[in-house]
């Protein structure tokens, strides 16, 4: 099966940077894509980013737009998402998602926080 990593999650100071990584291992020949969703307290999870990888096509929430990053590498099978001028409200779990023919696989999640 696929199994997913994150790292790179922590606190930091608004409008301060944040890296986060994603490594996925086991069967992600079929990978087609990857990327970033996240859940603050008490909200449903929502989508942050994506990136495809015929074209490395990359796809961002209007609320991230223009401050996060997306890149990747598909021999690999891993994503970065960099976060950068950070607010209080980017503060959430933050998952990694491999999606591959027939199915998605998620990892466990890191905690990024935001202070004011």
């Known amino acids: 099966q696929v199994q997913l990593v994150e790292s790179g999650g922590g606190l930091v100071q608004a409008g301060g940077s944040l890296t986060l990584s994603c490594a996925a291992s086991g069967r992600t020949f079929s990978s087609r894509a990857m990327g970033w969703f996240r859940q603050p307290p008490g909200k449903e999870r929502e989508r942050v980013a994506r990136i495809a990888w015929s074209g490395s096509s990359a796809w961002y929430a209007d609320s991230v737009k223009g401050r996060f990053t997306i890149s990747g590498d598909s021999a690999k099978n891993t994503v970065t998402l960099q976060m950068n001028s950070l607010k209080p409200e980017d503060t959430a779990v933050y998952y990694c998602?491999?999606?591959?023919?027939?199915?998605?696989?998620w990892g466990q999640g890191t905690q990024v926080t935001v202070s004011s």
């Open positions: 998602r491999l999606e591959r023919l027939g199915e998605d696989y």
